[in-house]
């Protein structure tokens, strides 16, 4: 079983930058066999990914947050971040780390939740 941590989420003024962390551990948490990817849930809205990122460092981001976000990974310590900026009132949401691999072993977070507001 692999278990994701997230850290770095809270209240942030429009225009603002955030950094969102996420830690991956478990006896069968290999980076290597598993893709990462951020998600973010708004409430009444379906969870969208904003971003992923293979092992490799192939990146993935949503129409709303390319030009504004950066994901990137450190596969040797497991972990994976997401940095934030130019925030909008609209990416306020429980942002969701997940990994997920070939095999259907798909995994969450517990989520964090962001506020972007004056």
């Known amino acids: 079983q692999v278990q994701l941590v997230e850290s770095g989420g809270g209240l942030v003024q429009p225009g603002g930058s955030l950094r969102l962390s996420c830690a991956a551990s478990?006896?069968?948490?290999?980076?290597?066999?598993?893709?990462m990817g951020w998600y973010r849930q708004a409430p009444g809205k379906q969870r969208e990914l904003v971003a992923s990122?293979?092992?490799?460092?192939?990146?993935n981001y949503a129409d709303s947050v390319k030009g504004r976000a950066t994901i990137s990974r450190d596969n040797a310590k497991n972990t994976m971040t997401l940095q934030m900026d130019s925030l909008k009132s609209e990416d306020t949401a429980v942002y969701y780390c997940?990994?997920?691999?070939?095999?259907?072993?798909?995994?969450w977070g517990q989520g964090t939740q962001v506020t972007v507001s004056s």
């Open positions: 478990g006896r069968f948490f290999n980076a290597y066999a598993y893709a």
């Open positions: 997940n990994a997920a691999n070939a095999f259907g072993d798909n995994n």
């Open positions: 990122i293979t092992y490799e460092g192939r990146t």
